[in-house]
């Protein structure tokens, strides 16, 4: 084999592993979820900081594309109640790609897709506060918000949403 | 040192320990709960009375701000399908910090959170009979009443509240 | 009234309302939980360090002494199935007041309590993994940690214990 | 009327009115159970005093003989988790007519029962402090207690059954 042959080798063969790193590194931060626990940090301490300025206690989840929980905090004296709703909202955001205000819209009695929530073992909330996450144009997880009026709840999880 | 010295000494040794005190019997009364099961009985007990001066057999339960039971009574040939539902007005009335009432009223169809029945894996109650407790201006407990009309329920809990 | 009786008094005064004061902000502060979104957020905190450090993937929650969940993390590609574990860890150790390991060790079977993972609809998990938190001697919450070998589990969940 | 026949007339009005009572004694007493509120918390209070006698921070439970809660209380500081198993434990005592104990017994591994606490929705508890209690040789309920270690328990629930 001659030198050139050699060096040609040695460039592709570089090539292909950059390649390879490349795809390894894609792999690494998108392949389980395109959502980080560094995103979800990132994502609820904005919310908490918008709950913290409007005066609100507040259930703040992040889910992933797979619809399981990444990162949870229920702020001091926030209602109990809305532990399994500030969780179950973002996985119903992810669940159907869409916000669970605008599935609640379908799911009113004499719409559509009245009787849902009682689908999916009671995971499914059908008001407003569960906002999927996109990366991308790709959905990659939501946030879901509890602990006060609906609009409040989405107000807080627009502040997350922002912040991703 | 002289006499008068001393003295300020000892009463300001006096009022330190005062509130050392005071502090350390708030930790050990409120920590586990804030409402004891002597409470619990005289809120019961209160509520029984009612129910037996309105000729009512009732369903009565108190629950801890954890939301978890403290006691329970079932007067003779009161429903059965009440056990779980006093239970779980008590546990709702915490879970949100309001009257189960207030909540059925957020909850009907076309209104924000029509569906909220669902969630917390069938616990919430949102209808009337369920009711906070306060100590201080703070959430301790709640009490829950079934085994007759809603306006009944009511009226137990009300008077189970009143001896709190 | 002479200068020094109006000083006694005004420092009594003062003795009295910081007595009152402390009793005031025990009640505040503990009510709820005794243990604060603050305090979860610095367990976890710590929790995941000790996991980094230690190359493992977890899932840390931290719940308050009503059992019900304060704070959550999954760390990036850490089991899902480890989720509700690692929830219910933390139940487990408030609900019992003691270690998952201590209730797992008398649920063997031909131990006193073996078939106990049965009961409280499945939340009770007896491995370790789940640690209580203790604030002056009196139980205020738990941490709860799964991802891995149960060890390393409870390497990572003493770390966040040391951190309360 | 002469005076025998007026005192003829109380002698029978009298007989009339406690052959009524008795009756509706008797409907008070059997109707729904054979087991009254009176009588469960007479049991519990008597259980109670054991634990306090004892130094035993318990949950208490009375079923009836359809396996349905009639009172509970959880003492102070008590375990958490022990709310589901005493009442439980009153459940599968009146449930397989026997102790949990004695169920327990059959139930561990190679034993005939081996899997039974997984059926019933996991509300069987397969070792001690479940106890049926019986008037006039029928089953009428049972009392369940949990929060310390299997034997004291059952010194609990005796106390409880000995009350009856």
Redesign the interface.
Known sequence: MDKRKKVLIAILSGAILLGALSFSVAIDDDY??GL??ED??RVIAAAEEKAIAEGLRMNIAVADV?G??????????A???????AI?KAYTAVAFNMTTEAL?AA???EQSLFGI??SND?K????GGGIPLYRNGELVGAIGVSGS??PNDITVAEAGEAAF
């Not at 990444?70 to 004296?77: L, T």
């Open positions: 389980t979820s980080t626990l979800a940090k797979g399981n929980l990444v990162a949870f905090e229920r702020m001091d004296k209602w109990l109640g809305s532990i399994d709703i179950n609640g799911s009113q009695p929530h009682a009671g499914l909330i059908i008001f009026s609906v």
